[in-house]
């Protein structure tokens, strides 16, 4: 019986899977659709519809990363498909293998605790929030599974337009401003984003990603500068959106001021461009990429590194939940860039493992600190404090509310009355216990996969070298790099959590919804799920890495990709009499 039903099983992924890799597509852009002919007062309806929508992608993002690892129907886990039907490198390709599959799943998953704690109340402060949610899920998968240039600047661009609505989402003048940054830095980037693929075609006269990778050997020398110009063109674009130091001047601003949800989707976006930029990366500056092998990965590690060095010390600068979670995003995009300019596989599988475990925790951060700011301030009005106001000293006297005891010997409350015994209110209990998860998690304390990924990464680092090649003076900065931001993350986070929970001894209680506790308990029981399965984990990240420095497979995989054949109109019309008359 079992038999029978693996095998039904195999003949339905046979069918099934060329198809399914265009749902991360088609679903949410289906679903945005329906829900722009709801009018705005269905809220019911629309939650519902997108809640469907993204629980379905969830769930094909999860089929597609199982099909790669699992199913040996597909050579070296790679799924290849032609939208248009037309031949390879000219017509629309998706390439689905295990990076695209892993980052599938990690933008489904914060896509979904990002809809249900919006669902409380942040989905009615301003119009079509699920539209702009669904079209941000369609550029970020399409960014993911798109083969060639032309298309991820398409899918760069939904992304983008999507983005821009979430972040003035509940209006404000602090998200305006912010919004006008975001909104100068990313058209910028999008234009040289346009020059440098328009540098590579003229040099190549392709813009596929894997036929590109195999004609960058044969490129003259005379034109080996113009095609390395365009290429740095095109890396700035995405190296703005990965906030490499010093083009992040704009997250920080725009990502604090954001709502709480659409911070949360926002975490995602910096992995967009972590993801092209190890992709190309891998891809067209392999080894076997002759003169062009390497190019760039000096300027990723260096810079990464200058760019983990900014997030820890604007960690240790920040007094406000949101902004030290905008920066926890910053180290966390130095932390992997920095990883790519070392381009060593093993420590590329341990960044994989890193990667998701950090967007996690990021993610349910944003959603954590919009909880504890109206925690402390439970007028709606005030939960964002003004710009003027945000980094106050953490220790004001004026919020301490303490009250000294001549009797010294007592542990006294303002009411002169004993502290024994005294029940702390339950959902001041809850969040704490999610403070102390996320902090561990972001400063990659033990037991959660924070450490892991962290220890992976050192392990990596140092089991590179042996006797004759110790280890270089590049690993060494950025080992202690890595550790110093550990350090100044637990002492800033150590700090918030005594401001919000230790010292306001006046507050009264906070009002806690389950629909708004229960997507941060989520992502913090999915990090813990990580943990409990690393070692499963780690192997795919390992195969991962593998594949990913052996770029041959992929160009294979897609160049030899060939149209369904289809007859002719010629062909169609000879056929017709014979159709008629059998």
């Not at 099983?9 to 088609?26: C, E, Q, S």
């Not at 249900?116 to 369609?138: E, N, P, T, Y």
Request: proline content about 5%.
């Amino acid at each position: 019986m079992m038999a029978v039903l693996n095998q039904w099983a195999l003949m339905a992924n046979a069918a099934l899977m060329p198809h399914l890799t265009m749902a991360p597509i088609l679903v949410p852009l289906i679903a945005a659709s329906l829900l722009l002919m709801l009018g705005e007062k269905r809220h019911k309806r629309k939650v519902l519809l997108s809640l469907l929508a993204t629980v379905c992608n969830l769930a094909v993002a999860v089929f597609l990363m199982l099909s790669v690892a699992i199913d040996k129907a597909q050579p070296q886990g790679f799924g290849v498909y032609l939208p248009s039907n037309w031949d390879v490198p000219f017509g629309i390709v998706l390439v689905l293998d295990h990076l695209s599959a892993l980052m599938l799943v990690v933008a489904g998953i914060v896509a979904l605790v990002a809809l249900l704690f919006s669902v409380a109340r942040w989905h009615k402060a301003g119009a079509h929030f699920h539209v702009l949610l669904q079209f941000q899920i369609m550029g970020l998968n399409g960014a993911f599974l798109t083969g060639d240039l032309f298309n991820l600047f398409v899918f760069f661009e939904v992304m983008l337009a999507a983005s821009y609505g979430l972040l003035l989402h509940g209006s404000g003048p602090a998200r305006v401003r912010a919004g006008l940054h975001y909104l100068g830095i990313n058209l910028a980037a999008s234009s040289l984003f346009l020059v440098g693929a328009a540098l590579i075609y003229g040099v190549s006269g392709t813009l596929n990603m894997a036929d590109l990778a195999a004609k960058i050997p044969a490129v003259a020398s005379a034109d080996r500068a113009l095609l390395h110009a365009g290429c740095a063109i095109l890396a700035v674009a995405f190296l703005a959106k990965a906030a490499l130091w010093p083009l992040n001047f704009w997250l920080v601003p725009a990502y604090s001021a954001a709502s709480a949800p659409a911070a949360a989707v926002f975490a995602l976006l910096t992995k967009v461009g972590i993801y092209v930029l190890l992709r190309l990366s891998t891809l067209l500056f392999s080894a076997e990429a002759g003169a062009s092998a390497g190019f760039g990965n000096g300027w990723l590690l260096w810079g990464g590194m200058l760019t983990l060095a900014f997030g820890a010390i604007g960690m240790l600068s920040a007094q406000r939940p949101a902004r030290l979670a905008a920066f926890a995003v910053i180290v966390s995009a130095g932390t992997l860039m920095s990883v790519l300019g070392f381009a060593n596989p093993a420590l590329t599988a341990g960044a994989l493992y890193y990667l998701p475990s950090s967007t996690f925790a990021v993610a349910a951060f944003f959603l954590l600190a919009e909880l504890m700011e109206r925690s402390r301030n439970p007028d709606p009005a005030l939960q964002r404090a003004p710009e003027d106001e945000e980094d106050r000293l953490p220790f004001a006297l004026v919020e301490q509310e303490i009250a000294y005891s001549r009797e010294r010997d007592c542990n006294l409350d303002q009411d002169e009355d004993i502290l024994v015994g005294r029940a702390i209110p339950a959902s001041t209990a809850l969040l704490g216990l999610a403070f102390v998860c996320c902090s561990l998690l972001l400063a990659g304390l033990p037991p959660l996969s924070g450490f892991v990924g962290k220890f992976a990464m050192l392990t990596a680092l140092l089991q590179s070298a042996d006797k004759l090649t110790p280890v270089s003076p590049a690993a060494w900065i950025f080992l202690s790099l890595l550790i110093i931001s550990g350090l100044f993350a637990l002492i800033a986070l150590s700090r918030t959590g005594m401001r919000f929970f230790w010292t306001p001894l006046g507050r009264s209680a906070p009002v806690l919804r389950v629909v708004e506790f229960a997507p941060i308990m989520l992502l913090v029981a999915v990090c813990v799920s990580m943990t409990i399965h690393a070692e499963a984990l780690i192997q795919y990240a390992r195969a991962t890495a593998a594949l990913l420095y052996q770029p041959q497979a992929y160009i294979t995989a897609v160049l030899s990709t060939q149209p369904v054949p289809t007859k002719t109109n010629a062909e169609r019309l000879l056929a017709a009499p014979d159709e008629i008359n059998p």
